[in-house]
């Protein structure tokens, strides 16, 4: 029987060939040095900080070079449930504004090369895996995973390299009169590439990253279609993929390094070029002493969705991210603050090799800026925005009272050095919620120095009586929180009472906290002038009326 009867025999209704789906998806027309990346997750349900800062680099290598960049859902696992997930895939990209040129979803499918789901290439897939077979770079394997058990712990026992290869590879020298007779008994059969390679040889891979690679050659009969489902593994699914569709760089994590060699020998097999694969590292957190790896059971920031949950800029994730892919970003966004992160050229040389630190603190750091930045409108924007979805009841007050919360949102905003409170739209609730009545609501007044009552109401009586007048401007405002300090026996300025402490009953800042508490709850808040203003003379009142009544 020959080969070609045999794949016949498997693959009795593919009658396409590679020259037909290569004749279907033609060579891209794209100007010179264009790359063409894909973002190919599997579709698990969660996306990982580290297949994000994935997109990220292939996107920019897409971008910056007048290229595409496409989504592929990995679903041959077809445990998982994939609808869902590709949505949050789609979702993290949209809000990072990394929206992939083509994709599908939600059965729309947008570019030339799809599908772009693999469980929906079956027949491509079964296509090239039946030329294989014709020319005996592929066969049926029965062993049952009883039998790869059985294998794998004499392996284990005797020391010798794990795999399908050699004289374990029990189903590699069946015959085809063989195969086909057990096909015909309805046994099930994955399907194996045929290696030729002796682990004795060396191949050289050239990864942009770490520079040339020597690895010893492939020699493991890797399964490339699995039984049940027929759905070809990652290995195989990818090799056509990326050769169908024209992908010319992979981004993809350390952990496919060492299948490298086998990659090599699939696409030899083939005769195809192979895409520049890129192997992204590993992101580590610091603990204690040691770094470890970033994980998605230990650490909540492993996962997209707490960026998302806690309102941190799409600009602030990027940026953080971007100073662990190139170890020279930080030093050319000093040179171009006010560049997009697009110009920048990606050096995949200046990735670092021995897994890059990632840091909370300063993505805080980054963010605090970036929203400090921000006028006090596109802030409103942005925090109506995240509100809507993730704090409903927060989101009717601030659109109830659009004008005054703007108004609190710009409170040492717009001005040179503005205020860096926010490192997420989180914080924002956080930081401002005493404005409003309707949270107002049996505060715990931080009181400091002053904590006697008869003491508290004295001064904000006669604040309220004699030294409040609506609409002073800010000098006189504090020219007048400093004469009542002095007319109530406390030290006008921080100078004077320091040279004759005993002389008074405290000093001008003591009598403003007991203000700030009053109205606020809070002992440290942005700038009390400002606060007063917003709040006005009748919330005021009603705030010293409710005080008197809870101390
Ligand atoms: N589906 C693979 C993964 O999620 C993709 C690796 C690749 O990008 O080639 O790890």
């Not at 969660?46 to 292939?58: P, Y």
């Not at 929906?120 to 090239?128: D, L, P, S, V, W």
């Not at 050095?417 to 490192?423: G, L």
Request: hydrophobic share 35%.
């Amino acid at each position: 029987m020959t080969n070609k009867e045999l794949a016949n025999l498997i693959f009795p209704n593919i009658d396409k060939t590679i020259e037909d789906y290569e004749a279907i998806y033609p060579e891209r027309e794209k100007k010179e040095g264009a790359r063409i990346t894909r973002f190919a997750p599997s579709p698990t349900g969660f996306v990982h900080i580290g297949n994000v800062l994935q997109a990220l680099t292939d996107y920019l290598l897409a971008k910056n070079s007048g290229g595409v960049f496409y989504l592929r859902n990995e679903d041959t696992d077809t445990k998982r449930e994939v609808e869902s997930a590709v949505l949050k895939i789609m979702e993290v990209l949209e809000y990072l504004g990394l929206t992939p040129d083509e994709y599908q979803y939600q059965g729309k499918v947008v570019g030339n090369y799809g599908p772009y789901v693999q469980s929906e290439r079956k027949e491509i897939y079964h296509a090239f895996i039946k030329y294989l077979i014709e020319i005996d770079r592929a066969y049926p394997c029965f062993c049952s995973s009883e039998t790869l058990d059985e294998m794998r712990k004499r392996q284990e026992a005797k020391k010798s390299q794990p795999g399908y290869y050699g004289a374990w590879a029990k189903c590699r020298d069946l015959t085809n009169e063989e195969r086909a007779e057990r096909i015909k008994n309805g046994e099930p059969f994955v399907i194996r590439f045929k290696s030729m390679g002796n682990p004795n040889r060396k191949v050289l891979f050239h990864d942009p990253v770490t520079g040339v690679i020597e690895f010893p050659e492939n020699n493991n009969d890797m399964v490339i279609m699995k039984s049940g489902d027929l759905l070809p593994t990652y290995h195989f699914a990818h090799v056509v993929d990326d050769h169908l569709m024209h992908t010319t760089h992979v981004v993809r994590g350390q952990e496919w390094l060492p299948s490298v060699p086998l990659h090599i020998e699939l696409f030899n097999a083939f005769g195809f070029k192979q895409p520049e694969y890129i192997h992204n590292s590993l992101l580590l957190k610091q603990d204690g002493d040691i770094r470890r790896k970033i994980s998605k059971r230990k650490d909540p920031e492993a996962l997209m969705a707490y960026y998302m949950e806690k309102g941190y800029p799409k600009k602030a994730v990027i940026e953080s991210l971007m100073t662990i892919l190139n170890s020279n970003y930080e030093e050319w966004r000093n040179e171009h603050p006010d560049a997009s992160y697009l110009e920048f050229e990606f050096d995949p040389s200046k990735v670092g090799t021995t897994g890059a630190l990632y840091d909370l603190d300063k993505l805080d750091n980054i963010s605090k800026n970036i929203i400090s930045k921000m006028d006090k409108n596109t802030i409103y924007d942005h925090v109506v925005d995240y509100t809507k979805k993730m704090d409903p009841s927060f989101y009717e007050l601030i659109t109830k009272y659009e004008d005054y919360t703007i108004g609190i949102l710009n409170i040492e905003r717009e001005q040179e050095k503005p205020r860096k409170d926010f490192a997420c739209l989180e914080d924002v609730k956080k930081n401002i919620w005493y404005m409003y009545d309707e949270l107002f609501i049996e505060p715990t007044y931080e009181w400091m120095k002053i904590t006697e009552k008869e003491e508290i109401i004295r001064i904000v009586d006669t604040y309220m009586e004699k030294y409040f007048t609506e609409g002073d401007d800010k000098e006189t405002w504090f020219s007048k929180v400093k004469e009542m300090a002095g007319q109530l026996g406390y030290a006008m300025n921080m100078k004077e009472y320091k040279q004759n402490p005993e002389a008074y009953l405290g000093n001008v800042a003591d009598i403003s906290t007991v203000l700030r508490v009053t109205f606020t709850s809070k002992n440290q808040t942005p700038d009390l002038y400002e606060i007063l203003n917003l709040l006005g003379k009748e919330r005021m009142l009603k705030r010293i009326k409710q005080m008197k009544e809870m101390i």
